[in-house]
């Protein structure tokens, strides 16, 4: 019998709620809202949170070494401040686009934060097609690009050896996988690992557990799902109380528990009074499932 349980913890409702990290330090759970331009920490035990209005869409926030945060700010690195609410510029990408901004990132295990562009958005899903790129800033600050022609550049993660990299982009309806070379941050060999069925609809932001099966977050889906990406199997799927789940993470004691954050942008009336919930952030207990702690930008 399963004793699943989700409860929305976060209720102030994103336009585009993404990039869950759980910083374990503050025993808070970081988040940001793409287009609501903030980045928000909500914290267990006061069950409040707390937002940090940026001047540009903020796409995914990581933990940084030093201490303090990193983020993805229109088509930008940067470093934030929290208690200053200050933010500074690291490094720009995309300088040859007059109309993209980054969308997901995450760090890898070496410390380098990867994250990926795409067009600004029409609506949901309706954008010009192959005007993103895949990025990494690494420690001493210098960008790479790994390939270009993305059309919605989304979750990302690692295998639990580090020797694949898990990549989508949203618009292939595929979960992607690449071998990786920690030792140099390269990937290659894409290949994919699992395609979504249609109820399934997008697939957005992912993260990996402890026994290494990778769980996504599925927009317009209304669910996360878990897959092997061995046998290119489904697992399991959980269903929420909203349609537009973006994207999940592990947090709290021992990881056990699943983040998920949501998006309202794209709603009209009637859906929003169908799903009041919609933008609101997820926890799901009893998954029986663990995940790996978030690794801090080595910058
Ligand atoms: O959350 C994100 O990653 C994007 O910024 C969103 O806009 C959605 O994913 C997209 O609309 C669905 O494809
Ligand atoms: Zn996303």
């Known amino acids: 019998m399963s004793s699943v349980r989700i409860e929305c913890v976060a209720k102030e409702g994103c336009r585009i709620g993404e990039s869950p990290v759980w910083d374990e330090k503050e025993g808070a759970l970081l988040f940001v809202d793409i287009t609501g331009r903030k980045v928000c920490r909500w914290s267990p035990l006061t069950r409040q949170t707390q937002a940090i209005p940026v001047d540009a ?6 933990l940084r070494q030093s201490g303090d945060y990193v983020i993805t ?25 007059v109309n993209t901004r980054f969308n997901d990132g995450k760090v890898d295990p070496a410390g380098r934060y990867f994250a990926g562009t795409m067009a ?19 420690p001493d600050l210098s960008v790479v690009k790994h390939f270009d022609q993305v059309d919605i550049s989304n979750g990302l993660d690692w295998s639990l050896d580090h020797r ?8 292939s309806y595929s979960v992607d996988a690449f071998d990786y070379d ?30 290494g099966k990778l769980w996504v977050a599925c927009y317009d889906g ?26 999940c993470c592990f947090g709290g004691k021992d990881y056990s528990e ?20 919609a933008g609101g ?17 080595a910058g």
């Open 57 to 62: 869409p903020v796409s995914s926030v990581a």
């Open 222 to 247: 209304g669910r996360v799902i878990r897959l092997d990406p061995e046998t290119g199997k489904r697992l399991q799927t959980v269903k929420l109380p909203v349609d537009k789940t973006t994207s």
């Open 120 to 138: 600004e958005e029409i609506r949901p899903a309706v954008l010009e097609r192959r005007q993103g790129s895949l990025y990494t800033l690494f």
């Open 258 to 277: 699943m983040y998920v954050t949501s998006a309202s942008d794209g709603m009209d009336k009637e859906w929003l009074s169908r799903q009041p919930q």
């Open 182 to 211: 920690l030792q140099t941050g390269k990937i290659g060999n894409r290949r994919s690992i699992y395609k979504l069925e249609k109820e399934e609809s997008i697939p957005d932001g992912m993260c990996i557990d402890t026994e």
């Open 73 to 97: 700010l229109g088509t930008r690195f940067a470093a934030l401040k929290w208690k200053e609410e200050l933010v500074t510029t690291i490094n720009q990408v995309d300088k040859d686009k």
């Open 164 to 171: 694949t990299f898990f990549y989508i982009d949203s618009l």
């Open 281 to 297: 952030v997820f926890k799901i207990t009893g998954l029986g499932a663990k995940g790996v702690p978030p690794y801090p930008f």
